[in-house]
């Protein structure tokens, strides 16, 4: 996203790539020294923050409640407020589960409380967010761009309004697809039936 790979491919794909490019055009932005603001730090939020840690990242989070010490040291983040998570972050990924509370929880108020420099990712739920508020919000550069991996009704078409935005990334709802994450969502299976056939309590129980 922050690379325009998108848009690059679609140039290609259009045929509309027919001169060499001067040093000034589709130019990009490093991750090195941009602030990440992580929106929900639970395991998938951890998991995202040390990934950003080889990338130079400065990381922080906002959480329900702050994490041991511990954990932020694991993670190099530090725990912010919502507005001042908002207002630092270049990036904001979102990793709050879908309830009552969180629904619809981005919307107009939320986006311009962030830089206009800044991108916004959600590979959490759709219902997180305020559709028609981040596409208002793009299409008026509030914010500079979105990544996407879900969305409110699933799935979109070529004609929905994120499809047709150069400043937005779409997936199809596959944040979770590889082949070694399957292999172990189905040995986490096993092992729960094993868990609850022998009396005992599942790995993740609801």
């Given at each position: 996203?922050?690379?325009?790979?998108?848009?690059?491919?679609?140039?290609?794909?259009?045929?509309?790539?027919?001169?060499?490019?001067g040093?000034?055009?589709y130019?990009?932005?490093?991750?090195?020294?941009?602030?990440?603001?992580?929106?929900?730090?639970?395991?998938?939020?951890?998991?995202?923050?040390?990934?950003?840690?080889?990338?130079?990242?400065?990381?922080?989070?906002?959480?329900?409640?702050?994490?041991?010490r511990?954990?932020?040291?694991?993670?190099?983040?530090?725990?912010?407020?919502?507005?001042?998570?908002?207002?630092?972050?270049?990036?904001?990924?979102?990793?709050v589960?879908?309830?009552?509370?969180?629904?619809?929880?981005?919307?107009?108020?939320?986006?311009k409380?962030?830089?206009?420099?800044?991108?916004?990712?959600?590979?959490?739920?759709?219902?997180?967010i305020?559709?028609?508020?981040?596409?208002?919000?793009?299409?008026?550069?509030?914010?500079?761009?979105?990544?996407?991996?879900?969305?409110?009704?699933?799935?979109?078409?070529?004609?929905?309004?994120f499809?047709k935005?150069?400043?937005?990334?779409?997936?199809?709802?596959?944040?979770?697809?590889?082949?070694e994450?399957?292999?172990?969502m189905?040995?986490?299976?096993?092992?729960?039936?094993?868990?609850?056939?022998?009396?005992?309590?599942?790995?993740?129980?609801?």
């Amino acid at each position: 996203m922050l690379r325009r790979v998108a848009e690059g491919d679609r140039i290609i794909r259009k045929g509309e790539w027919r001169q060499i490019y001067g040093a000034y055009d589709y130019v990009g932005t490093d991750l090195a020294g941009k602030t990440l603001g992580i929106l929900g730090m639970g395991r998938i939020g951890r998991a995202v923050a040390k990934r950003a840690i080889p990338f130079g990242m400065k990381i922080i989070y906002h959480n329900r409640k702050r994490l041991p010490r511990k954990i932020e040291s694991m993670t190099h983040s530090k725990f912010e407020s919502l507005n001042q998570l908002l207002k630092k972050s270049d990036i904001i990924s979102v990793h709050v589960p879908y309830t009552k509370q969180t629904h619809q929880l981005v919307d107009i108020k939320f986006l311009k409380k962030m830089k206009k420099s800044s991108f916004f990712v959600n590979t959490a739920r759709g219902g997180i967010i305020k559709e028609k508020d981040l596409i208002s919000a793009l299409k008026r550069k509030i914010i500079a761009g979105a990544a996407l991996d879900v969305f409110e009704n699933e799935p979109i078409g070529k004609n929905h309004p994120f499809a047709k935005m150069n400043n937005v990334v779409i997936a199809p709802h596959i944040g979770s697809s590889t082949s070694e994450t399957r292999k172990k969502m189905a040995g986490l299976t096993v092992k729960n039936l094993e868990l609850a056939l022998s009396g005992k309590k599942p790995i993740y129980s609801v």
